[in-house]
């Protein structure tokens, strides 16, 4: 049987011995968490560090272990016949990845003034302050004139 792709699937330049060696290698890796926020702080450094914590959790600290307990999982099946996957086993996985593409979404247009915004708005809006509230409403949207939309996964 062959493997079925999707046509705008792109090609990946690795070899599956390649792509085993690498997944094994970040399997082995200790503090997943540092490494991943250090790198996402590279990446994204006017993000609020809540944000890159949160993504770091979701991406390094959990989702590389998650897909490995799936995949063991997996093998125990073939192994033996009478075992089933829990579907909280399988939820794993999808959870943090959901919440990866929700704050990768996020990720382009985070700024900590922007959520300084956010909140200075939703305090103007608590307190009935309806002209504060316009006129952030007006600076919000001054920052994504011109900006592109955040990256949407393309779902079949």
Known sequence: MTKLERPDTPPNPLSED????????LAKRQNLFDLG???????YPSAPD??????????YAELAGAFIDVLAQLELTLR??????AEVQ?????YHLYNWLQ??????????DFFAELKALKECLSGDD?????ELLETIFQQFEGSSPPPMPDFP
Request: charged residues 20%.
């Open 90 to 94: 399988v939820f794993h996985p999808a």
């Open 130 to 134: 309806v002209k504060g509230a316009s």
């Open 50 to 59: 809540a944000l890159l914590q949160s993504g770091a959790y979701h991406l």
């Open 37 to 43: 926020l250090a790198r996402m702080r590279q990446q």
């Open 103 to 112: 704050l990768e979404a996020l990720l382009p247009w985070a700024r900590a």
């Open 18 to 25: 390649e792509k085993l060696d690498l997944a094994i290698a």
């Open 80 to 85: 033996n016949p009478q075992h089933r996957i």
